[in-house]
């Protein structure tokens, strides 16, 4: 079945310093680093051989996300999305783009999006975690939340580092990046625009989350639980932790070929929640593709996952040999 994949990863010369080094292995690292700056052979072999029609690209973490100079996070941010539109123009019926964008000041990254979609043709952006200390939940980032509700186009909260490193991870290197501190740092981002009010203001806002949701639909229950408890009322059933994430958040299979995991994701979010990825090139996409393709599940609900929703959410119409915005 042809598929789309969402988060899907490459860098750029003026980048390449600040790509995270998630493994121990100098021989994986390096291969890493050759797949990222790579549009031509590798990456396009991979997609034929496993059937992926459609990447959409991004930057890999943390990107400009850590910079300290605002100027120069722009200007990075800046060229980074040209360099992808320049890569895009070339093959626009196998890539498209999320934009990347420089947190570091939020009118500045609204300014960014809008060019991003407006003139590039983006599809939306990735944004890696955490700015220089600072979450998206912040006042200091209502004009962005604005300016991504007009445009209608979805924001891919994505792993990044952790803006402090907690007693709890103190000599446990292993347990401080992917295995598991990157998804405790990104669900707790997603949970901090659900808490905090960032999605009730701004509700038609969709955010995207990778690794079947960074573990939010297995907990859907307990989160509304909890704050009914903390509280110590009774929410109106639209404002539940539940009802606001099954209405704002869609999530991807990136990094997680479970099939367990993704019954339960599409059974606590709903089908049309749910989207294909891979991870590349820090997953393997033969067994993601696998996975897809032998999941127990329906063939009309495996075709939404794997193409049909990301059509829908990103506006895309593939056919013909070319990708259109609808």
Same mark, same amino acid.
């Given at each position: 079945?042809?598929?789309?994949?969402?988060?899907?990863?490459?860098?750029?010369?003026?980048?390449?310093?600040?790509?995270?080094?998630?493994?121990?292995?100098?021989?994986?690292?390096?291969?890493?680093?050759?797949?990222?700056?790579?549009?031509?052979?590798?990456?396009?072999?991979?997609?034929?051989?496993?059937?992926?029609?459609?990447?959409?690209?991004?930057?890999?973490?943390?990107?400009?996300?850590?910079?300290?100079?605002?100027?120069?996070?722009?200007?990075?941010?800046?060229?980074?999305?040209?360099?992808?539109?320049?890569?895009?123009?070339?093959?626009?019926?196998?890539?498209?783009?999320?934009?990347?964008?420089?947190?570091?000041?939020?009118?500045?990254?609204?300014?960014?999006?809008?060019?991003?979609?407006?003139?590039?043709?983006?599809?939306?952006?990735?944004?890696?975690?955490?700015?220089?200390?600072?979450?998206?939940?912040?006042?200091?980032?209502?004009?962005?939340?604005?300016?991504?509700?007009?445009?209608?186009?979805?924001?891919?909260?994505?792993?990044?580092?952790?803006?402090?490193?907690?007693?709890?991870?103190?000599?446990?290197?292993?347990?401080?990046?992917?295995?598991?501190?990157?998804?405790?740092?990104?669900?707790?981002?997603?949970?901090?625009?659900?808490?905090?009010?960032?999605?009730?203001?701004?509700?038609?806002?969709?955010?995207?989350?990778?690794?079947?949701?960074?573990?939010?639909?297995?907990?859907?229950?307990?989160?509304?639980?909890?704050?009914?408890?903390?509280?110590?009322?009774?929410?109106?059933?639209?404002?539940?932790?539940?009802?606001?994430?099954?209405? #704002?958040?869609?999530?991807?299979?990136?990094?997680?070929?479970?099939?367990?995991?993704?019954?339960?994701?599409?059974?606590?979010?709903?089908?049309? #929640?749910?989207?294909?990825?891979?991870?590349?090139?820090?997953?393997?996409?033969?067994?993601?593709?696998?996975?897809?393709?032998?999941?127990?599940?329906?063939?009309?609900?495996?075709?939404?996952?794997?193409?049909?929703?990301?059509?829908?959410?990103?506006?895309?119409?593939?056919?013909?040999?070319?990708?259109?915005?609808?």
């Amino acid at each position: 079945m042809r598929k789309i994949a969402l988060e899907e990863h490459f860098t750029t010369p003026e980048l390449a310093k600040y790509v995270a080094r998630p493994t121990q292995s100098d021989a994986i690292f390096a291969d890493v680093e050759r797949r990222l700056v790579d549009f031509d052979e590798l990456r396009l072999e991979m997609m034929d051989r496993t059937g992926i029609e459609l990447m959409v690209l991004s930057v890999t973490t943390p990107g400009v996300q850590g910079v300290r100079d605002t100027q120069e996070a722009i200007r990075l941010a800046r060229g980074a999305n040209d360099f992808l539109a320049s890569e895009v123009q070339k093959r626009p019926d196998r890539y498209a783009g999320f934009a990347h964008l420089a947190l570091q000041n939020a009118e500045a990254a609204a300014a960014e999006l809008e060019r991003a979609v407006s003139e590039l043709g983006f599809r939306g952006a990735l944004i890696n975690g955490q700015t220089n200390g600072h979450y998206l939940d912040e006042d200091r980032y209502l004009p962005f939340w604005e300016r991504v509700e007009e445009l209608d186009v979805p924001i891919y909260l994505h792993p990044g580092a952790m803006a402090d490193q907690p007693a709890m991870f103190a000599h446990r290197p292993e347990i401080g990046g992917p295995i598991w501190a990157w998804t405790a740092e990104t669900a707790a981002h997603a949970l901090r625009l659900v808490f905090g009010g960032t999605l009730t203001r701004f509700p038609k806002v969709k955010i995207i989350l990778g690794h079947m949701g960074e573990t939010l639909p297995f907990l859907l229950w307990r989160l509304d639980s909890r704050r009914e408890f903390d509280l110590g009322e009774t929410l109106a059933p639209d404002a539940l932790p539940s009802a606001i994430i099954k209405r #704002n958040i869609a999530v991807t299979t990136s990094g997680v070929c479970d099939p367990g995991a993704l019954i339960a994701t599409l059974q606590a979010l709903g089908d049309d #929640n749910v989207m294909f990825s891979v991870d590349y090139p820090y997953e393997d996409p033969q067994v993601a593709s696998d996975f897809i393709e032998f999941a127990p599940i329906s063939e009309d609900v495996r075709a939404k996952v794997c193409h049909g929703n990301a059509e829908r959410l990103l506006r895309l119409s593939i056919g013909a040999g070319k990708i259109r915005s609808t």
